[in-house]
């Protein structure tokens, strides 16, 4: 993602809402996209672009300007989508019905097979899902994925092979 | 890469983005000063507030004002009396003292005296 140039200057002015609008015109598409394919329904992802964008609202005046604003807001996404399957596995824990409610989703149109993939994906412990469909999905190379999730990339293929191994039992028991 | 298998609503983005924008318009959403600071600003009101408070009441309690008012007169009475007359019990000895005597004399003591005191006296200093 290029930065249009004079967003760094709006920055030191503290000039936040014009720099927030520009956000929300150039990364909106984008970030939507990426918090969709983490939390796969579009209720979900709609959620998660709102809390990010407030997230980042708030966050704005703090922000030093280390890293480029696209990382920088990709990684209150994750944040977000991570508290949101977090809150989801809770309901699905008590509920049972995360699966039923994709399959009810109007705005999913995947075959049983995706469906299936995606519970045998909901059964992962959350950090494990997000690794999982950011590599697998996103097709997110490990080094960028180590600076979004600050974790070591030793640990994210590890993680990532665990979780596959679960995948592929989950579908040999079915 | 969008998935094919995810639709959106008709003029998602369109509308999302319109509503994104109210964010920082709305009541909750107001940046505000750091906590910390905000409990700084209270606790320094509040501090003058007490001290303005300590200063009114010590300024303006009509039993000190009065007293304030009667002191210096009162002050320069006392000072002016004979503490003898304040407490005279405190000033009258009533005990045996040793007389000197002349103390141009070869002899300074009366050394019958000097016994007789000590030999009265001395457990005080044991």
């Not at chain 1, 596995?89 to 705005?107: C, H, M, Q, W």
């Not at chain 2, 303006?60 to 004979?82: G, R």
Request: with cysteine; hydrophobic share 40%; glycine share 2%.
């Amino acid at each position: 993602m290029v930065e249009p140039q004079g967003w760094r200057e709006w920055l030191r002015q503290k000039r936040f809402e014009p720099l927030f609008n520009a956000f929300v015109d150039q990364f909106t598409e984008s970030l939507y996209w990426q918090a969709r394919k983490l939390v796969t329904r579009h209720d979900l992802a709609d959620d998660v672009l709102q809390d990010s964008f407030i997230s980042a609202w708030k966050a704005l005046p703090k922000f030093k300007g280390e890293s480029n604003f696209y990382t920088w807001l990709f990684r209150i996404v994750c944040n977000q989508s991570f508290a949101s399957l977090k809150k989801e596995k809770r309901y699905t824990e008590i509920e049972g019905s995360s699966v039923a409610a994709l399959n009810e989703d109007p705005f999913f149109n995947g075959d049983k097979a995706l469906a299936d993939l995606h519970k045998a994906i909901a059964a992962l412990p959350v950090k494990q899902q997000i690794v999982f469909k950011l590599r697998y999905f996103n097709e997110m190379p490990y080094h960028q994925m180590s600076k979004v999730l600050e974790t070591s990339e030793g640990a994210l293929k590890a993680s990532y092979h665990h979780a596959k191994e679960k995948i592929k039992k989950s579908f040999q028991l079915d | 890469m969008i998935n094919p298998e995810y639709n959106i609503p008709e003029d998602y983005f369109a509308k999302k983005k319109i509503a994104l924008k109210q964010i920082p318009h709305r009541k909750s959403t107001v940046i505000k000063m750091p906590r910390w600071q905000n409990s700084l600003a209270i606790a320094a009101s509040l501090s003058l507030l007490i001290l303005a408070g300590i200063y009114y009441f010590n300024h303006s309690n009509p039993a000190e004002a009065s007293l304030n008012m009667v002191s210096e007169a009162a002050l320069d009475e006392f000072i002016n009396d004979s503490p003898y007359s304040a407490y005279p019990e405190i000033y009258f000895f009533e005990e045996e003292s040793i007389e000197l005597g002349d103390l141009n004399s070869e002899q300074l003591f009366d050394e019958e005296q000097l016994d007789y005191y000590l030999n009265q006296y001395t457990n005080e200093f044991l």
